[in-house]
């Protein structure tokens, strides 16, 4: 009778001692492609969440924060698979990822079925929120994108004719393309011609022979940079002298090394401007290049803002379910990212405004802001 008494005592004060641990751990499922031709994408997002995760935990031990990497390979059969995999093996109460339109929307479609929120960083694509409970972003739209870049073509660069790139292979590409589109129209423009290409070619040099027949003042290729780099470097080598626009799918280093200088004069719409005089935007800065060495990227901003985000829906106590979760997330208001203020909207959207930059000799030049009209 004693030995019991003392053997409950010692696994109280163990369970006591460990307590914090036990229920202080909360995992957050991450779906984000590591392998594949949208790895970059995926490993510059990766370093802001870990950032934004080893902030959090160093300050709220007794809450800490765990999360589950499962790799999409750059497919959208195997984000579903991913997706399948955190909620029935895992069963974790939320998911951030994935980074690329196509992905997520296969991920999406089982989150939404399994009621459990699902957070994409970067996915523009319209159709990634549209009619979903449960499924949000903390980017902006293609429908914005798009028209802010129609809008900086006609009223800034007064282009008045244009050509679109657009990539078959995604729904990133044909929103985006489409959005632009219109709005280019809109703003009395004219679109000469949408010409396609496959992320499976390798040059491009017979859609840049009807650009050149077609001689627009814009060129507008709404892709990524694999294959946007390669239509840069060849559009110069065949003397096509006009502007390039393109979309976030652009903004890596890796396209200007693809590009071998081709890509300077062209201008981006994207997510955030390392020279945005934003005190939390440079203390992000900072604290990134201390811990990875290099500056961090748009992805890296958007995964670090997502992170905080998904973060701040958990409360105090434990277990949070995905429903008081999808709760918080459907009512975030001005949220202070790094990125910018964050509110969603009615469709799940990201208010927030856009980053228009410059392709420089040196670098990307900061051009300006472009505010959203709130519409919830």
Request: proline share 4%; charged share 20%; hydrophobic share 35%.
């Amino acid at each position: 009778m004693k030995l019991i008494k003392i053997n409950s005592i010692i696994f109280s004060c163990v369970t006591f001692y460990f307590s914090p641990l036990f229920a202080g751990e909360n995992k957050i499922g991450v779906i984000i492609s590591l392998t594949g031709p949208q790895a970059y994408y995926g490993k510059e997002t990766k370093n802001g969440l870990e950032l934004a995760l080893a902030e959090y935990n160093s300050k709220n031990p007794q809450t800490k924060f765990k999360f589950v990497y499962e790799d999409s390979q750059s497919s959208p059969s195997e984000a579903a698979k991913s997706a399948n995999k955190l909620l029935t093996s895992d069963k974790v109460p939320v998911i951030i990822g994935d980074l690329v339109s196509s992905n997520t929307i296969a991920a999406g479609s089982i989150a939404e079925k399994a009621k459990v929120p699902l957070v994409s960083p970067a996915s523009t694509n319209d159709s990634v929120t549209k009619d979903k409970k449960y499924i949000y972003r903390t980017c902006f739209t293609d429908s914005f994108q798009g028209l802010v870049m129609a809008n900086f073509a006609v009223q800034q660069l007064k282009t008045k004719t244009a050509v679109i790139l657009q990539d078959i292979d995604s729904d990133y590409s044909i929103g985006l393309s489409n959005n632009f589109s219109k709005k280019f129209v809109e703003d009395g423009g004219k679109v000469l011609k949408v010409i396609k290409y496959s992320q499976k070619d390798t040059s491009f040099t017979p859609q840049l022979g009807e650009i050149r027949k077609l001689k627009p003042e814009v060129i507008f290729i709404p892709g990524f940079h694999q294959q946007v780099g390669v239509i840069l470097r060849e559009a110069k080598e065949l003397n096509i002298n006009t502007k390039f626009l393109g979309g976030d799918g652009w903004d890596t280093k890796e396209l200007r090394t693809i590009a071998n200088g081709a890509e300077q004069g062209g201008y981006i719409s994207t997510h955030y401007s390392p020279d945005m005089p934003s005190q939390k935007l440079q203390e992000f800065i900072k604290n990134y290049k201390d811990k990875f060495k290099v500056e961090p990227s748009s992805f890296s901003a958007l995964g670090y803002d997502t992170a905080k985000i998904v973060f701040s829906a958990f409360k105090s106590s434990s277990p949070n379910t995905s429903e008081e979760i999808n709760s918080y997330l459907s009512n975030l208001k001005n949220f202070s990212g790094v990125t910018g203020t964050i509110s969603m909207d009615k469709n799940h959207n990201a208010l927030k405004s856009a980053v228009i930059l410059e392709l420089t000799q040196t670098g990307y030049k900061y051009v300006t802001n472009i505010n959203p009209v709130k519409n919830n």
